[in-house]
């Protein structure tokens, strides 16, 4: 990624109360962080990039457009923080890839043999537990 502080600088972190175990200190304290950006409002990407990512990144964005990652596996706000932007930009990174096309191939004469060979030997094991009066 080009410079991960600039694509930070767009994003809006909210601090919010964590559920599950904890007891009084989960109920007073917001240690879950969500991270909000704006796809469209995004002056990083190119409107390729964009494009990409809106298509990849379909069943995270919400209607209004906001990509919206959510931690709340540490109790300490500060590493949920760090939590949410490794996986914000580990999430653009690999929404970014551009996968190689395939390569169509045949297999090879020393495999189609080996094919034949093991399907002629599974028939004659078939064959072989017919009852030789039929």
Same mark, same amino acid.
């Given at each position: 990624?080009?410079?991960?502080?600039?694509? =930070?600088? *767009?994003?809006?972190?909210?601090?919010?109360? !964590? &559920? &599950?175990? &904890? &007891?009084?200190?989960?109920?007073?304290?917001?240690?879950?962080?969500?991270?909000?950006?704006?796809?469209?409002? !995004?002056?990083?990407? +190119?409107?390729? $990039?964009? *494009?990409? =990512?809106?298509?990849? +990144?379909?069943?995270?964005?919400?209607? $209004?457009?906001?990509?919206?990652?959510? !931690?709340?596996?540490?109790? !300490?706000?500060?590493?949920?923080?760090?939590?949410?932007?490794?996986?914000?930009?580990?999430?653009?990174?690999?929404?970014?890839?551009?996968?190689?096309?395939?390569?169509?191939?045949?297999?090879?004469?020393?495999?189609?043999?080996?094919?034949?060979?093991?399907?002629?030997?599974?028939? $004659?094991?078939?064959?072989?537990?017919?009852?030789?009066?039929?």
């Amino acid at each position: 990624m080009r410079n991960p502080e600039k694509l =930070l600088s *767009e994003v809006n972190f909210k601090a919010v109360l !964590s &559920g &599950g175990p &904890g &007891g009084q200190h989960a109920n007073k304290t917001s240690t879950k962080v969500v991270l909000m950006w704006k796809l469209k409002d !995004s002056a990083f990407f +190119l409107e390729e $990039e964009k *494009e990409r =990512l809106s298509i990849k +990144l379909k069943n995270r964005i919400t209607k $209004e457009g906001v990509l919206q990652i959510a !931690s709340d596996h540490t109790r !300490s706000q500060h590493k949920n923080k760090e939590i949410v932007e490794s996986r914000f930009l580990r999430m653009l990174e690999d929404a970014l890839k551009i996968p190689r096309s395939r390569k169509k191939t045949k297999p090879s004469k020393k495999a189609k043999l080996k094919r034949l060979k093991n399907k002629k030997h599974q028939a $004659e094991k078939k064959a072989n537990r017919k009852n030789p009066l039929d």
